[in-house]
């Protein structure tokens, strides 16, 4: 299972890279908006998108709609990391086809529990073909 | 018109947030308020958070530059402190953590903006200046200070980077 990184902050990539590869994922990073809509544009693929809400350059919502409108992204799960706690504006993004939101602090428990729900925890690898 | 809930927030309620955002993002517990200002000399670390909406204002972390530096290390899993810019994310990040937390206790405040992180050479004195709420916090017997400034909201409007943030329809409560 691959996991892509969208965060303007290097602590937050480094955190989540920590993390989602002790899952047994690989992970790669993009670093804001316009490097997240070249890796869409590219080859690459990624199961699972964990995109900040707050970037210099793009919302996490613009995002969400770019990636939903690659067909190879339809079966990806989308999740929004953020430090917003107001959950009406996280509806805006689960309407947008983002699939579930994390909460900053992020960490281990956070992190799994939402995979969880997601249906990732357990056997990541076992989601690898659609 | 009711309460400006900024009236209702005090020191003690700022530093259990920053306890919280510290255990929770870093695993490591902080202690606080204490009743002594921070203000030792030296390089500081300030990250910024602009908050706006009908109630604006922001949120500031300031932290010693070495206090940040070994935080930061431990954050990133790391036997050394890491670079300056690594840092100054990390500490940006905190901000960003903390102020998201604080939200909800500021009916109004619409949206926060990316960290601003910049060098000072001391602790902000917050003492008796109006409108602004701090709380001194310790990491061992380290001193760094976390505070809400209460802002007239066109200053925020102007700072906030992200305006299409603003226009996210009114939601209906």
């Known amino acids: 299972m691959r996991a892509l990184v969208v965060d303007d902050s290097a602590t937050i990539r480094h955190v989540l890279s920590q993390l989602l590869g002790s899952l047994g994922m690989d992970v790669d990073c993009c670093t804001g908006g316009a490097e997240a809509l070249e890796y869409l544009a590219s080859a690459k693929t990624a199961d699972l998108l964990l995109l900040d809400w707050n970037m210099p350059d793009i919302t996490g919502l613009d995002l969400v709609k770019a990636v939903r409108e690659q067909i190879r992204y339809r079966y990806s799960k989308i999740?929004?990391?953020t430090s917003e706690t107001d959950v009406e504006l996280m509806k805006f993004a689960l309407d947008a086809g983002a699939d579930e939101?994390?909460?900053?602090?992020?960490?281990?428990?956070n992190l799994t529990m939402k995979l969880g729900l997601l249906g990732l925890t357990a056997m990541p690898e076992a989601h690898h073909g659609h | 018109m009711g309460?400006?809930?900024?009236?209702l927030l005090r020191p003690d309620i700022l530093a259990q947030v920053a306890k919280t955002t510290f255990q929770g993002a870093?695993?490591?517990?902080v202690?606080?308020?204490?009743?002594?200002p921070a203000e030792q000399e030296g390089l500081w670390i300030s990250s910024t958070i602009f908050i706006s909406g009908e109630w604006a204002g922001l949120l500031r972390l300031d932290m010693p530059e070495g206090l940040a530096g070994e935080l930061t290390a431990a954050w990133l899993g790391l036997t050394t402190v890491p670079d300056r810019s690594a840092v100054r994310d990390a500490m940006g990040e905190l901000a960003n953590t903390l102020a998201g937390i604080l939200k909800?206790?500021?009916?109004?405040?619409r949206s926060v903006s990316v960290p601003r992180v910049c060098d000072t050479l001391k602790a902000?004195?917050?003492?008796?200046k109006r409108d602004i709420i701090g709380a001194t916090l310790s990491f061992g017997n380290r001193l760094f200070q976390a505070s809400l400034w209460k802002c007239p909201p066109e200053f925020c409007i102007k700072v906030v980077p992200k305006p299409e943030l603003n226009k996210v329809p009114a939601l209906s409560r």
């Open chain 1, 79 to 81: 999740m929004m990391v």
């Open chain 1, 101 to 109: 939101y994390l909460m900053k602090p992020v960490n281990r428990e």
């Open chain 2, 3 to 7: 309460i400006d809930p900024f009236l």
């Open chain 2, 26 to 29: 870093m695993n490591i517990a």
């Open chain 2, 31 to 36: 202690e606080g308020p204490l009743a002594l």
């Open chain 2, 104 to 109: 909800p206790s500021l009916p109004g405040a």
């Open chain 2, 124 to 128: 902000l004195t917050i003492k008796g």
